[in-house]
């Protein structure tokens, strides 16, 4: 086959995988979108996927299921949130900004859209316990909330290194009446964490429902964590077209991607919208240095699905480093890899300097302190606003930074903005 042959054949199947997805079509009936995805779980696990999969397809087109779920996002999470017109970075950047507030939520992050929506579905199929990880205690505090709103206990495994560097999202979920576990094993972290709620899950598949923080892992999660994140978009499309029209381009931090492709999913057929996700450049570009999978990842298998991740030439998956704690993942949710493998969603880095430096602004501008994570969509948007000007932006700002107060601590501010006393957090 000739170069040009073989170029436009792959260009004509990249064409049909975006009509799929845009169509519903996927993630497929095996959990697959295009060549990522699937179910790479124990054989002990697999009745239990198959019954949440039954019951993920069952209850998210039912009516009374979606009522129910509405309700609670509207007296509980605090939804719709608003869309602010920000009229201080605007100015700044010669664009036209707006802030999709996913920091107005109740427990301070989009992750709670989520966590509602499995503890509801999990109830519905019988589950009569909770597990669920955490790295920084964000998914982990929304998921313990969630569990004490609908009566089901929950158990929250969290790495020991995480339990030190955030005690106070620890004792947020112990004051909601979870139990952490502190996971010894591995890295001790977010990776660590993950795999100790896996193993919890086979030992209990019937009566345990695992609530996975990310549109990761084996299918049917990252669809369903789509589905439920879906809401930020649909709302934000509705209430930008009503004031303004549509944004010629779309912002959203992607760690495992749950807030990005929330965000995005609405989007996705809207070909004239520029579709951006931006990952943790952390310190640099060197393995180990940042959390950009997307950026600087290869195929391979973790955590039940195949996506983009992070690992080094002997196969081994690679520590990672971000200043956002939510960022600090080297996998991604495969939905991600498939947008960027078809060219549908540019992925680009912001270094942890760049994120400190849009915290300072938006904080300066608007009046709005952002999470650290949310800050890379803003230091991803202000670079393509000055290549785009006039441009009408919209920025997914994923959750609040008063959680971020320890680390942010650490860099002053000064009058231009901040200035670094230690060295950048590890
Ligand atoms: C956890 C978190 C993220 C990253 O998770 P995604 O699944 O990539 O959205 C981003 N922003 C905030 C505020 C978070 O808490």
């Given at each position: 086959m000739?170069t040009?042959?073989?170029?436009?054949?792959?260009?004509?199947g990249?064409a049909?995988?975006?009509?799929?997805?845009?169509?519903?079509?996927?993630?497929d009936?095996?959990?697959?979108?295009?060549p990522?995805?699937?179910?790479?779980?124990?054989?002990t696990?697999?009745?239990?996927?198959h019954?949440?999969?039954?019951?993920?397809?069952?209850?998210?087109?039912d009516?009374?299921f979606q009522?129910?779920?509405n309700?609670?996002l509207?007296?509980?999470?605090?939804?719709?949130?608003?869309?602010?017109?920000?009229?201080?970075?605007?100015a700044?950047?010669?664009?036209e900004?707006?802030l999709?507030?996913?920091?107005?939520?109740h427990?301070?992050?989009?992750?709670?859209?989520?966590?509602?929506?499995?503890?509801?579905?999990?109830r519905?199929?019988?589950?009569?316990?909770?597990v669920?990880e955490?790295?920084?205690?964000?998914?982990?505090v929304?998921?313990?909330?969630?569990?004490?709103?609908?009566?089901?206990?929950?158990v929250?495994?969290?790495?020991?290194?995480?339990?030190?560097r955030?005690?106070?999202?620890?004792?947020?979920?112990?004051?909601?009446?979870?139990t952490?576990?502190?996971?010894?094993?591995?890295?001790r972290?977010?990776?660590?964490?993950?795999?100790?709620?896996?193993?919890?899950?086979?030992?209990?598949?019937?009566?345990?429902h695992?609530?996975?923080?990310s549109?990761?892992?084996?299918?049917p999660?990252?669809?369903l964590?789509?589905?439920?994140?879906?809401?930020?978009?649909?709302e934000?499309?509705?209430?930008?077209t009503?004031?303004a029209?549509?944004?010629?381009?779309?912002?959203?931090?992607?760690?495992?991607?749950?807030?990005?492709?929330?965000l995005?999913?609405?989007?996705?057929?809207?070909?004239d919208?520029a579709?951006?996700?931006?990952e943790?450049?952390?310190?640099?570009?060197?393995l180990?240095?940042?959390s950009?999978?997307?950026?600087?990842g290869?195929?391979?298998?973790?955590?039940g699905?195949h996506?983009?991740?992070?690992?080094d030439d002997?196969?081994?998956?690679?520590?990672t480093h971000?200043?956002?704690?939510?960022?600090?993942?080297?996998?991604?949710?495969?939905?991600?890899?498939?947008?960027?493998?078809?060219?549908?969603?540019?992925?680009v880095?912001a270094?942890?300097?760049?994120?400190l430096?849009?915290?300072?602004e938006?904080?300066?501008?608007?009046?709005?302190l952002?999470?650290?994570?949310s800050?890379?969509?803003?230091a991803?948007?202000?670079?393509?606003?000055?290549?785009?000007?006039?441009?009408?932006?919209?920025?997914g700002?994923?959750g609040?930074?008063?959680?971020?107060?320890?680390?942010?601590?650490?860099?002053?501010?000064?009058?231009?903005?901040?200035e670094?006393?230690?060295?950048?957090?590890?």
């Open positions: 000739s040009n042959t073989a170029t436009s054949s792959r260009a004509a990249h049909r995988l975006l009509s799929d997805l845009v169509a519903g079509r996927l993630p009936a095996r959990g697959r979108f295009g990522f995805g699937g179910c790479y779980v124990p054989e696990l697999m009745p239990a996927v019954r949440l999969t039954e019951g993920v397809y069952r209850l998210l087109p009516e009374a009522q129910r779920l309700e609670e509207q007296d509980w999470v605090g939804r719709p949130t608003s869309l602010t017109r920000a009229a201080g970075l605007s700044r950047w010669g664009a900004v707006w999709k507030r996913e920091d107005l939520t427990t301070g992050a989009h992750k709670i859209n989520n966590a509602i929506g499995q503890g509801l579905l999990a519905s199929i019988g589950a009569e316990r909770i669920a955490t790295g920084a205690g964000q998914h982990g929304a998921a313990a909330a969630a569990c004490a709103r609908l009566g089901l206990p929950c929250v495994y969290m790495g020991e290194v995480d339990v030190e955030q005690a106070p999202n620890v004792d947020r979920m112990h004051r909601l009446g979870a952490v576990v502190p996971v010894t094993s591995g890295d972290t977010l990776r660590s964490a993950v795999n100790e709620a896996i193993r919890d899950w086979v030992t209990d598949p019937v009566g345990t695992y609530l996975l923080g549109a990761v892992g084996p299918h999660y990252p669809y964590v789509r589905e439920l994140q879906s809401v930020i978009g649909r934000a499309k509705a209430q930008l009503a004031r029209g549509m944004p010629d381009a779309v912002f959203a931090c992607v760690g495992g991607g749950s807030n990005a492709i929330g995005f999913h609405e989007f996705i057929g809207d070909e919208v579709l951006v996700g931006v943790a450049g952390g310190r640099g570009g060197a180990g240095e940042n950009a999978t997307l950026s600087g290869r195929p391979g298998v973790l955590h699905a996506s983009m991740l992070l690992y002997d196969g081994q998956i690679q520590e971000s200043v956002s704690a939510g960022l600090d993942y080297p996998g991604v949710g495969p939905e991600h890899s498939l947008l960027q493998m078809i060219g549908r969603v540019d992925y880095t270094s942890d300097e760049e994120a430096d849009a915290v300072a938006c904080c300066a501008a608007e009046g709005i952002p999470a650290l994570e800050a890379h969509a803003i991803g948007a202000r670079r393509w606003a000055a290549e785009n000007p006039g441009a009408r932006i919209l920025i700002l994923s609040r930074g008063d959680k971020d107060m320890p680390i942010l601590r650490r860099f002053p501010v000064t009058s231009t903005g901040v670094e006393t230690a060295h950048a957090a590890s």
